[in-house]
Every structure is written in C-alpha cells, then in structure tokens.
T-cell receptor, first 107, second 113 residues
Framework: DAKTTQPNSMESNEEEPVHLPCNHS???????IHWYRQLPSQGPEYVIH???SNVNNRMASLAIAEDRKSSTLILHRATLRDAAVYYC????????FGTGTRLQVFP | NAGVTQTPKFQVLKTGQSMTLQCAQD?????MYWYRQDPGMGLRLIYY???????DKGEVPNGYNVSRLNKREFSLRLESAAPSQTSVYFC????????????FGDGTRLSIL
C-alpha cells in the first residue's frame, strides 16, 4: 500500500485560500488519489479524487503533480465549516486512512 | 436523502455481551464496508463486502463477524465484547472501482465496560 505524508495540522483565516499538501511517493500508476474530510463527531465525507489531471468540483480543487508523487487539495475560500481533519488516500483496492491534517479556520 | 443509515447511534455493553450493529444504504451500491476509529486515530477497515454474497477480512477482523444480508444491508456482530473494542464504528458503501467514492454513515459509538 502506498504511504502518505501529511502535515499534522494547518491553520487558516476565514475566506482565505487553503492549500493542503500530501506526499505519496510510492503510489502505483493505477491508484486514484482520494481526499476525504471528517468534521467533529461525524463520519468521513468524500471531497474529491483524481488520477493524473487536476480536478475541480463544488467543494474543492485537486492539483496532482506531474510525477504523481504528491498532490494538493485547494479550498478556494475557507469557511468555519471547513474546519475538519483532511485525509489524502491513494486508493488501491481499499481505503487506508492515516491520521490526516487537522485544519483550523479562524474567523 | 438517507444515504447510509447506522443503528444504534450509541450503545454501552458489558464485557462478554454480544451485539449486532446494523447498516443500510439506499444508493443501490454493490460494495459495503465496516471501519472502526479509535480516539486520535484514522479509520481502520474491519470487513468489507465487494458485492452481495461476498465478504472479506480487512485490517482488523479479529473479534468480529459480518453478514451481507442483501444488497442494502451489511451487519457487524461482536460475539463476546471486550473493552478493546470500545470505539466508533462507521459503515460505508460505494460502487465498485478505485474511482468510486465511499459514502459513510454517522457512526455507532460503542463503549464496553
């Protein structure tokens, strides 16, 4: 299984962009990169996923490095509701959750 | 918009008691999963069912059994609960494939005394 490295925590102010990095240097060529987030006392919530190209949806953007060894989740304008733990997961045949990045958002 | 529904939401058991956690999804997904999450940790996969009629062990299956009752329902059973099984349990479902997102329930908070 591909190993991932994410910062333990990050901080942002409300309405500022947030860039959450993830290193996954051992990812295989067919593994999709998934991002989930977990708000306090809730189950994980799917955010976005991609294979090679950058991806956008209503929640976020995903920028994938050309060599696929890293990716960045971009929240364009952070809100208080975005405070959560964010997990970056190379999807092999199952999701392997690490400890993720805890994002704090300040008003 | 029910999605994935887990029951019960909270439960306290005594050591040695048995219990079944229920999970149902209304998205017509083929695959279903059971995870546990201990304090300060990420989720760990207990069992999964790639399709109706099949189940497979995940990372931490010891002490648990599962039943894929039909396409909608996937239950997790603790035959003889132990304090080490105190955790939050999440059920999820998805379509088959690495490009398919998983959808999670709100969890069952289980305490074993």
């Amino acid at each position: 299984d591909a190993k991932t490295t994410q910062p333990n925590s990050m901080e942002s102010n409300e309405e500022e962009p947030v860039h959450l990095p993830c290193n996954h240097s051992t990812i295989s060529g067919t593994d999709y990169i998934h991002w989930y987030r977990q708000l306090p006392s809730q189950g994980p919530e799917y955010v976005i996923h991609g294979l090679t190209s950058n991806v956008n949806n209503r929640m976020a953007s995903l920028a994938i490095a050309e060599d696929r060894k890293s990716s960045t989740l971009i929240l364009h304008r952070a809100t208080l509701r975005d405070a959560a733990v964010y997990y970056c997961i190379p999807y092999t045949d199952k999701l392997i959750f690490g400890t993720g990045t805890r994002l704090q958002v300040f008003p | 918009n029910a999605g994935v529904t887990q029951t019960p939401k909270f439960q306290v058991l005594k050591t040695g008691q048995s219990m079944t956690l229920q999970c149902a999804q209304d998205m017509n997904h083929n695959s279903m999963y059971w995870y546990r999450q201990d304090p300060g940790m990420g989720l760990r996969l207990i069992y999964y069912s790639a399709s109706e009629g099949t189940t497979d062990k995940g990372e931490v299956p010891n002490g648990y059994n599962v039943s894929r009752l039909n396409k909608r329902e996937f239950s997790l059973r603790l035959e003889s609960a132990a304090p080490s099984q105190t955790s939050v349990y999440f059920c999820a479902s998805s379509e088959v494939g690495r490009n398919q997102p998983q959808h999670f329930g709100d969890g069952t908070r289980l305490s074993i005394l």
